[in-house]
């Protein structure tokens, strides 16, 4: 906490997806760490995705929460974690992790916790986050034709704007105007017709559509993108109009991600648990905290401390280095781990 | 200072735009600090363009320069840039910066200050480099047709080779050939019917054109491109001819231009004010220190000290670690900060 | 050595292309070491190559190695080589390089030293690698027609699966199915008849093809690429057949190659030597060490030098960050020096 007066707050975590229910074994534990840094398959034979800096990530952070010495071996971890259970480990986990309020990304497949029983887990607050394609799914599932889907769409999208936190795109690239509406109609009636029940669209005509309609209705929107660049017209078109747009690009465009908040009055960018990445680039009251965890607790661990030991470190930096006051450093932390968060997403007046 | 034998000398600034005249309030100057750093709007509710690296910086080495604490509130700094008056205040930023010499890149419009203002509020050596977009728009606006145009620019070329340091141009790409006669007709006939009175040319056709007469004429020629990558094939044509090019890529491709420098004799790269980026890829006789700053006294405070910190650093690094002596390490300092600049635009033998 | 239990082994460098037989003066040393860092002509006047971050790595590490102060004059230095002679110095340089074993992509041309001659100068053990479009060149010197010619190719490869420790291949792009057999025998007459002797094969279908042919035998095959993202197709077809492939991208690409060998079971990323850019991004049993060393002994030392210091550094700060023991830190320095190496080039069943 060197230079920092008063510390880190409760973080908030604008992106993750939730934690699975039930134990895991060593291989499900493995793959899903693995599936975390993005493999396709085991590891080679003789070697373990332990061995990887996301492994000794785990190692050295989690075992503690379970009463174990950091760095046991993974075989004992998991033997505590299935002692103690499922739940009691996954709670003692995410109480750990230093998480105050989760934005939570819910989605119809997966066997992962909802919004309330991740709350009620870490002992926090959880905000749902809609994401559009699987909105549009759950619509296509029931819809009958092309039009009565976008008619149902729209309602389901002014519905979710009343008790949602923000709605969430993965359309790669956008452009400054919405699509024409017979394009619009075309897509979906091809999508329909192909498509097998609870498939989300993979269109990018449809993705952009649904874009521009969930900003008409005013909630902040994520969009998770590869090169954020791609989105400039959607952004620069967006300016004004009193909707908050966060990007969420691949580890690869956080740098861009950071330049375009800089940029653009209404952008604001991830940092996900790195913010040395890109503290330099944007203004700090434009930068984001998330885990992006997705099925084992351990993932919101080891990103929230990820986070808070880089701040800390940075923050510490720029005060002996004469960048700013400790008192200044700890208002930077906080915008950045919490705060900016807390506003955009008007999560103070939201009483998820 | 440390690992570096006897510091490194007065810099010279190889670009920028040059400083505003007259006062600037609250509004105006967040806008420039803003602008600097790329942004197209006012800072969103509640937050503040003093809030990012750049406004740290500021308020972290002016204010002691107007007699002030470092880290006062920006309120307070403005108030007392105002009560010295724009022309006092610029006077003691620009001498306290630590620049010796200025190359600027003076333009028609926007009210700054001209190399000779320049050098007399700074104390110090200003030179002009000639924009190719400018000087092809100011001949525009009193030449008749295309052929007029043409040999009129030609004549203004060789009259600005006698009395700037440099050429500056800024197209994307160019090939290793010029553009044919009949195509550079062309594209200057559509443009001088099309333009209004001062307007600068877009055509990429006749860009490249202007490049290639300029080059001709033996002085240096600062290359602003976004990827200095597609002008390879002009870099490789000019080889042996006797031009010196220095690439000034955007911030994201500065190592880029330092591997082309490393690849061709005649090519030099622009390093900002961050050397820690890119003293690793090009031989340290191929890399020059800027500021580019346009509009705020601040901006070349900032740069320089910026710039005079991270060689610093990294020198007293190299020492320590026993990459180099600290007779070798003031040595790579002084040729990053002037001494390239010095030889390649040949500064010494220049009477500005 | 901080925070590493044992040090680090003697090296395995998966790649470099031999040291050359006779005593170099100043002019070609100069020559070869810029060639090492990309550049294509002299240095400016009044500078050198010496005065770069590799000219100041060779300064620091080699001098010692012939008995002279480190950081004494590049022309005192040269001459102690020549007083030596060309084979005494090279073999003191090897020797003190670290690397146990080399993997040698030995070609026709160019008089640089074979495995053999490598491994008696260093006094270690040296494996072939053989490079595709090498071994086309020498098939099609006294092959007849494309049948012909694809036929002895066939064998050829066959032939050298049996001696041969990997095979490398140069194509920049390939896609997840082999080119049509049409179109290689176009593709192929197309070369043949074209060629001069000694000529290797541009064409990328032909490419393609002999990379196909080569992961067919089961050696392991390195991958030379700009951005390894473009075999992504060829690197998923190959899944589960048992062969391991390595990526030795440009300097640009190496956090992208780490993290398709994150991806994919079956796929390796070279790090050179620098294993700070890429130990984050995948396994650390997927990232393997060398120099890529060509013409210089001296290129042999500094690369090793360079991979040695940073992993003891990098460990050295993992170990006091409390990431790891100083035993596992001994561990994953081990895997990238030597341990993977020896594992997927099968080094300790080989003879050679």
Chains 1, 2, 3 share one sequence.
Do not use: N
Request: contains cysteine.
């Amino acid at each position: 906490m060197d230079g920092l007066t008063g510390g880190i707050p409760p973080l908030v975590d604008q992106h993750s997806h939730g934690a699975v229910h039930g134990d895991v074994g060593l291989g499900e534990f493995e793959t899903r760490l693995a599936e975390a840094a993005g493999a396709t398959g085991p590891a080679p034979p003789g070697t373990t995705f332990f061995d990887s800096r996301a492994g000794l990530a785990v190692r050295r952070w989690c075992p503690p929460l379970l009463g174990l010495e950091p760095h046991c071996a993974p075989v004992r971890y998991l033997a505590r974690r299935r002692e103690l259970g499922a739940y009691r480990a996954g709670r003692l986990l995410l109480r750990g992790a230093g998480i105050g309020t989760f934005l939570l990304e819910s989605s119809a497949s997966g066997g992962l916790t909802s919004p309330a029983e991740l709350a009620r887990a870490a002992d926090g607050r959880a905000h749902e986050v809609v994401r559009l394609e699987t909105l549009a799914a759950r619509v296509a599932d029931t819809a009958g034709g092309a039009d009565l889907f976008l008619a149902h769409v729209a309602e389901a999208l002014y519905a979710a704007s009343g008790t949602a936190t923000a709605f969430a795109s993965g359309v790669a690239s956008c452009d400054d105007a919405p699509p024409p509406a017979a394009e619009v109609r075309a897509a979906a009636g091809r999508w329909l017709r192909a498509r097998r029940p609870g498939e989300t669209p993979g269109d990018p005509v449809l993705g952009r559509y649904l874009l521009w309609c969930a900003a008409a209705t005013g909630l902040p929107v994520q969009l998770h993108c590869a090169d954020p660049r791609r989105l400039t017209g959607f952004l620069r078109a967006m300016a004004g109009r009193g909707v908050d747009l966060v990007l969420l690009p691949d580890p690869w465009h956080r740098r861009q991600a950071a330049r375009l908040a800089a940029v653009f009055p209404h952008v604001y960018a991830d940092v996900g648990a790195r913010p040395e990445e890109t503290l330099g680039e944007a203004p700090f009251g434009k930068l984001l905290f998330s885990t992006g965890a997705r099925g084992l607790a351990e993932l919101y661990v080891v990103a929230a401390r990820l986070f808070v030991r880089a701040m800390e470190r940075l923050m510490g930096d720029w005060v002996a280095d004469g960048w700013c006051r400790a008192a200044e450093a700890g208002r930077i932390a906080s915008l950045v781990a919490a705060g900016t968060a807390r506003r955009i997403y008007r999560l103070d007046a939201a009483t998820g």
